[in-house]
Nanobody
Framework: QVQLVESGGGSVQAGGSLRLSCAAS????????MGWFRQAPGKEREFVAA????????YYSDSLKGRFTISRDNAKNTVYLQMNSLKLEDTAVYYC??????????????????WGQGTQVTVSS
């Protein structure tokens, strides 16, 4: 069982930056692949980024690559999402998710077993 708690969301002007954190409970965090997803009002949840338990493999949404960076610190049981050059369309609730590394790193929300409660990111002009 893994419990995830996101933090770091808030309001920011377009062009600004935010860093989201996701703290995980449990002593086996280092065996979980982690993902970030987001959901804007009226839209489906979409993949943002994912990172292998080793930290050595990362996936990004093609539309976000270059602005967002996912990283993890297994010693701190935490995964991060650094978001730069934020745009109005980045406004959404951001969720972190975890899954044991059984089938490899995934971009699909259906593959993830554990989810945080989400943190709101609002980008304004």
């Amino acid at each position: 069982q893994v419990q995830l708690v996101e933090s770091g969301g808030g309001s920011v002007q377009a062009g600004g930056s935010l860093r989201l954190s996701c703290a995980a409970s449990g002593r086996t965090f280092s065996s979980y692949n982690m993902g970030w997803f987001r959901q804007a009002p009226g839209k489906e949840r979409e993949f943002v980024a994912a990172i292998h338990w080793s930290g050595g493999i990362t996936y990004y949404s093609d539309s976000l690559k270059g602005r967002f960076t996912i990283s993890r610190d297994n010693a701190k049981n935490t995964v991060y999402l650094q978001m730069n050059s934020l745009k109005l369309e980045d406004t959404a609730v951001y969720y972190c998710a975890a899954v044991r590394d059984t089938y490899g790193l995934s971009r699909s929300s259906a593959q993830y077993d554990y989810w945080g409660q989400g943190t709101q990111v609002t980008v304004s002009s």
